[in-house]
């Protein structure tokens, strides 16, 4: 009787135990996405990508997940671990303790990251942008020219390309592009104020429409963004009516 008490006892426990982990994954992967808007792109550790509509029930997230926005907005906030998110042409790996707002704009394809707690930094082609708490950017990237536009929407942005530190302060907004061959970094307030630093130190401010050249870090991998070509469209000439002589039998 005792042993038949114990193995009932020892079964409802394993039982217990069982439930408790599945339900501690799932609030895991749950609740790393929360508030979700729009559409998104899985791409789960085995490589296995699926797509989720904004309708569609969202799915177990498993630690290590690569989540693209593709529409709408997204809430972020892994309980463990960590989760990569890709908006546009940025992205951010979000950890334990990040709680972050995504965003973009389909028309546009401009991201948007906003830092409730933690501290993230968003890649973008070569600029990488650091954000902590109660700051928000607004990053687009223009695959032509390869210039990265950065829009401070709270806080003073700061940015790093091959070395050279970019400010955009409060309600700025500014675009930095590099060249790949000289490895000159280009940088021009479209707005605002932005503070350059070269790799000397020497701070260069720029007010509205102001810009500037730094010579950047000769280590570290440029990438690169072929133009679009677009060829001329030359006007075929009209050919040549033949001159028909007077006394032609077609000459009216």
């Known amino acids: 009787m005792f042993y ?38 899985l791409t789960l550790p085995d490589s296995t990508v699926s797509i989720i509509g904004k309708d569609d029930a969202l799915p177990d997230i498993p630690l290590g997940s690569k989540v693209e926005l593709i529409s709408g907005s997204m809430d972020i906030e892994p309980r463990e671990g960590f989760i990569q998110v890709v908006a546009g042409d940025s992205v951010a790996t979000v950890k334990a ?9 389909s028309l546009t394809k401009k991201a948007s990251f906003k830092v409730f707690a933690g501290r993230i930094k968003v890649i973008t082609a070569n ?27 709270r806080g003073d942005i700061e940015t790093t390309t091959i070395g050279i530190m970019v400010t955009v302060f409060q309600g700025s907004d500014a675009v930095v592009d590099v060249d790949p061959e000289t ?3 280009h940088v021009e307030s479209i707005n605002g104020d932005v503070a350059v630093a070269s790799l000397e130190g020497k ?4 007010a509205k429409r102001e810009s500037t050249d730094a010579e950047g870090s000769i280590a570290g ?5 072929a133009q679009e070509a677009m060829a001329a469209v030359v006007p075929m000439e009209e050919p040549v009516e033949p001159e028909r002589p007077e006394a032609s039998p077609h000459r009216p």
């Open 4 to 41: 038949g008490y114990l193995k009932k006892a020892s079964i409802t426990l394993m039982f217990l135990v069982t439930m408790l982990f599945f339900l501690q994954n799932g609030l895991n992967a749950q609740t790393a996405v929360v508030n979700r808007t729009g559409t998104i792109k």
């Open 97 to 105: 303790g990040d709680r972050v707002t995504v965003s973009i704009n």
């Open 127 to 153: 600029t990488s942008t650091a954000l902590e708490t109660d700051q928000e950017v607004e990053i687009s990237l223009d695959r032509r020219t390869g210039q990265t536009e950065i829009r401070s929407v």
């Open 183 to 185: 490895r000159i970094v």
């Open 203 to 206: 701070i260069i401010r720029l």
């Open 221 to 225: 991998e440029i990438q690169t963004f």
